[in-house]
C-alpha cells in the first residue's frame, strides 16, 4: 500500500511540476519579449501638471494611431455653416446633442437610453473655430461634458471630470489639454469614400483617449 500511495504522490507530483515548469518558462518568455519592445513605444501627448494627469496616448513606435476618417472642410466652407442641430451620425455611439447658436453660443443636451442617465445645459456655453492649415477646423465648446465616452452614469456629475486631462486629435496626431475647453474636429465627408451622406459634407468628430478606439461622430440636422 505505501509503495502504490509513493507511486501516485510521484505521477501527482510529476504533473504539477511540469505546470509549474511551463508557467515560469511563459513569465520568462513575456519579460524577455517586453524588454525587447520597450524602446518601440512612444507616448502622443503626456503629463498635465495642473490636472494631475497623465492622459497621453501609447502607441507603438513606427505607426500611428486610429485616425479613422480625416479630410478637410469642403471649400467655401464658413463658421456659420455649423450654425444648427447637431445629432448622432449614422450608427454612431453617441447620445448627445449640440446646438449651436450664430451669438456664439451653444446648448448641450444627453440623453442615453440604456443608463436612463440625462442631461441638460441649463445655460449657453461659449463655442469658437480653430482653422488649422490641414483644411480641418476645431470647433472649441466651452464647458462642455464628456459623456458619451467612459464609464459614468452620471453626466451631470462627472462630465466635467472624463472631460479633463489629455484628449488627442487623431487628424493631426497631437495631444490637446481639454481641463477647461473641450473641441470635435470639423472634417469634411466624401460620400463615395464613406458610408451614408450628412448636409453640407461634414461631420463633428470626437477625439480620443486610446489608439484602438473608434470614435462617434455628429452630423448636422435640417
Same mark, same amino acid.
Given at each position: 500500500?505505501?509503495?502504490?500511495?509513493?507511486?501516485?504522490?510521484?505521477?501527482? @507530483?510529476?504533473?504539477?511540476?511540469?505546470?509549474?515548469?511551463?508557467?515560469?518558462?511563459?513569465?520568462? @518568455? +513575456?519579460?524577455?519579449?517586453?524588454?525587447?519592445?520597450?524602446?518601440?513605444?512612444?507616448?502622443?501627448? &503626456?503629463?498635465?501638471?495642473?490636472?494631475?494627469?497623465?492622459?497621453?496616448?501609447?502607441?507603438?513606435?513606427?505607426?500611428?494611431?486610429?485616425?479613422?476618417?480625416?479630410?478637410?472642410?469642403?471649400?467655401?466652407?464658413?463658421?456659420?455653416?455649423?450654425?444648427?442641430?447637431?445629432?448622432?451620425?449614422?450608427?454612431?455611439?453617441?447620445?448627445?446633442?449640440?446646438?449651436?447658436?450664430?451669438?456664439?453660443?451653444?446648448?448641450?443636451?444627453?440623453?442615453?437610453?440604456?443608463?436612463?442617465?440625462?442631461?441638460?445645459?441649463?445655460?449657453?456655453?461659449?463655442?469658437?473655430?480653430? /482653422?488649422?492649415?490641414?483644411?480641418?477646423?476645431?470647433?472649441?465648446? +466651452? &464647458?462642455?461634458?464628456?459623456?458619451?465616452?467612459?464609464?459614468?452614469?452620471?453626466?451631470?456629475?462627472?462630465?466635467?471630470?472624463?472631460?479633463?486631462?489629455?484628449?488627442?486629435?487623431?487628424?493631426?496626431?497631437? &495631444?490637446?489639454?481639454?481641463?477647461?475647453?473641450?473641441?470635435?474636429?470639423?472634417?469634411?465627408?466624401?460620400?463615395? /469614400?464613406?458610408? @451614408?451622406? +450628412?448636409?453640407?459634407?461634414?461631420?463633428?468628430?470626437?477625439?480620443?483617449?486610446?489608439?484602438?478606439?473608434?470614435? @462617434?461622430?455628429?452630423?448636422?440636422?435640417?
Amino acid at each position: 500500500m505505501s509503495t502504490t500511495y509513493g507511486e501516485v504522490n510521484w505521477f501527482y @507530483g510529476s504533473d504539477s511540476m511540469i505546470k509549474i515548469i511551463t508557467v515560469i518558462v511563459t513569465i520568462l @518568455g +513575456a519579460v524577455i519579449l517586453t524588454s525587447c519592445n520597450l524602446s518601440r513605444y512612444m507616448v502622443y501627448g &503626456g503629463l498635465d501638471p495642473t490636472d494631475d494627469s497623465f492622459r497621453g496616448v501609447v502607441v507603438k513606435d513606427g505607426t500611428e494611431p486610429k485616425s479613422g476618417y480625416c479630410l478637410p472642410v469642403p471649400e467655401g466652407l464658413d463658421e456659420l455653416d455649423l450654425v444648427g442641430k447637431w445629432v448622432p451620425y449614422i450608427s454612431s455611439s453617441v447620445n448627445t446633442t449640440l446646438i449651436l447658436h450664430e451669438d456664439g453660443t451653444y446648448r448641450q443636451l444627453y440623453d442615453n437610453p440604456i443608463t436612463g442617465d440625462s442631461y441638460e445645459s441649463s445655460y449657453k456655453h461659449r463655442w469658437w473655430v480653430e /482653422k488649422l492649415e490641414s483644411g480641418i477646423w476645431r470647433v472649441h465648446l +466651452a &464647458g462642455m461634458k464628456m459623456c458619451d465616452h467612459g464609464l459614468y452614469s452620471d453626466c451631470e456629475r462627472y462630465g466635467d471630470e472624463a472631460r479633463r486631462g489629455m484628449w488627442f486629435d487623431p487628424c493631426h496626431k497631437e &495631444g490637446v489639454n481639454t481641463r477647461e475647453n473641450f473641441f470635435l474636429l470639423v472634417i469634411g465627408l466624401d460620400p463615395e /469614400k464613406i458610408f @451614408g451622406e +450628412a448636409p453640407k459634407d461634414i461631420l463633428l468628430k470626437y477625439p480620443i483617449q486610446d489608439p484602438d478606439t473608434t470614435t @462617434g461622430s455628429f452630423q448636422l440636422q435640417e
